[in-house]
């Protein structure tokens, strides 16, 4: 009798065990967009019936972006017509991207996020081309503005992907801060690598953000490399990072400046068109030494389960319907297609189409994608190890050294000499963990290392060997102008 009993509890035990897995299996499903298994027709021609879909699109735009585009286009005929019912949103960090959509396998749309991490994309052939109804579309869009590609082909000549929107970079001032602490207006990305914006440190007046957690500031930093040369463009990076508070999000930079927590900080276009109008103290400013007119694309990806719906979604973005959603008021970003200015919304933003106008005229460099995304990963990585992790002693020397020049303690030559120990990458000793050697960081090492900062153990070893060593340039400084 007891060896039944044993029997009995024993399935009950099991039977209750299932259940909890059964439980837990459901709900985690919950929490996944439904896969549809309709498969897709590819053409794009013909709206399939419809039958409940939800897209899954990927992208690096803000959530107030995304679901104000939510909300117009599924209540838009064309969502209908296509039976989306649904988006789903994924808002990874941009160095997460390839992972999250491999891993997942369902992603059907890349949106937003800047022409690097798209042409990353394209390299590892997660992009397929546009076709069917939305190239009538994409074709009267204009293939580059001030030089820079606002398309992307493959070596056959099909589109792989097309901007969504355009932008420039520049700086955010609060001219209020600026007064009230007797500091200039910069210009030009160089000024705010100028001891006059030091003066108020430990508190900082310039604003920047990580680059492993920012495409547009990384953007900026790219734009400061290639006008500036790897050597000097790393010198201001440098102390215009120490001049600065670090943000983890680029919006966040935009926000400091508007509370008058700083003075100025580097800031994607859009979010200084909305500074202006929301804030009569700050402005909008074109650096004078140069910007770039970035294309922000959209793309099908080859992951896509849903392949019309997702081309009929892309269309929707670049009509000019969809590019209502960047006249709102609070989001001001400048169109791709500048038919929606004819729109009877787009002709109340005669302000934002005024600076449209202006983006045209705005100081141009070349620049040059293939080089930018030949070491981006190395940048962000050599940014943040270097700059951010060890900022209060970066801080401490720029102080140290500043006040030695201002109390006449070293000559403008010394004070020179001491900027080139403490940014110049190139005097950054460092062990390289792949050769158990010292290196230094030149332009070829980083373009070495940049994909194998993929691999988390390489990174974090390299990372850890960046900050030892920046820790210790930081050290000598102020050891020098205490001897």
């Not at 498969?39 to 409940?52: A, F, M």
């Not at 398309?151 to 099909?158: C, E, S, V």
């Not at 003066?199 to 495409?215: C, E, H, K, W």
Request: glycine share 6%.
């Amino acid at each position: 009798m007891s060896q039944l009993s044993g029997k009995s509890k024993f399935i009950a035990g099991t039977i209750i065990l299932i259940a909890i897995f059964i439980a837990i299996y459901v709900g985690w499903q919950m929490l996944l967009p439904p896969h549809e298994e309709t498969p897709p027709s590819g053409g794009g021609e013909q709206p399939p019936k419809p039958t409940e879909i939800t897209l899954v699109v990927i992208s690096r735009h803000g959530m107030d972006i995304l679901k104000k585009a939510e909300t117009a286009f599924l209540s838009s005929q064309i969502a209908k017509e296509y039976g989306i019912k649904d988006i789903w949103w994924l808002t990874p960090a941009s160095h997460l991207w390839l992972g999250v959509i491999k891993n997942r396998g369902d992603v059907d749309v890349a949106w937003g996020g800047g022409p690097v991490l798209f042409d990353t994309l394209k390299n590892e052939g997660l992009l397929q081309p546009l076709k069917g109804k939305v190239l009538d579309l994409v074709n009267t869009l204009p293939d580059e503005i001030s030089g820079s590609p606002m398309k992307r082909f493959d070596d056959k000549g099909n589109i792989l992907w097309v901007a969504a929107a355009i932008s420039s970079f520049g700086f955010t001032i609060n001219k209020d801060y600026l007064n009230t602490y007797n500091l200039p207006q910069p210009d030009e990305w160089i000024d705010l690598a100028n001891e006059t914006y030091g003066v108020t440190l430990p508190s900082p007046s310039v604003g920047v953000a990580d680059a492993t957690r920012s495409t547009s500031n990384t953007r900026m930093y790219q734009i400061i490399l290639q006008r500036y040369g790897w050597v000097e463009g790393w010198k201001i990076i440098t102390l215009m990072t120490a001049n600065s508070a670090v943000f983890d999000q680029s919006e966040s930079v935009r926000n400091a400046v508007m509370d008058g927590t700083i003075g100025v900080g580097i800031t994607i276009d859009f979010y200084g068109y909305t500074a202006q109008l929301q804030v009569p103290s700050c402005k909008y400013i074109l650096p004078k030494d140069g910007t770039i007119v970035n294309g922000d694309p959209i793309a099908l990806l080859n992951t896509s389960k849903h392949v019309d719906a997702a081309l009929a979604f892309i269309q929707w973005v670049l009509s000019p319907e969809g590019q209502k959603i960047w006249l709102d008021p609070n989001v001001n970003r400048l169109p791709i297609n500048p038919e929606v200015f004819n729109t009877p919304e787009g002709k109340k933003r005669s302000d934002l189409q005024a600076q449209y106008n202006l983006t045209f005229q705005a100081s141009t460099i070349e620049f040059s994608d293939e080089l930018a995304i030949s070491y981006e990963n190395s940048l962000m990585w050599f940014f943040h190890a270097t700059l951010v992790e060890p900022q209060d002693k970066l801080k401490d020397a720029w102080m140290a050294l500043i006040n030695a020049k201002e109390n006449g303690k070293i000559t403008t030559d010394e004070f020179k000499k001491l900027i080139d120990v403490m940014a110049n990458p190139l005097k950054l000793n460092f062990t390289d963990p792949l050769t158990n050697s010292v290196k230094t960081f030149t332009l070829e090492y980083a373009q070495q290392i940049n994909s194998m900062l993929l691999n988390p153990e390489f990174k974090t070893e390299i990372t850890n060997s960046w900050r030892a060593a920046a820790e210790q340039r930081y050290n000598l400084v102020i050891q020098a102008l205490q001897g």
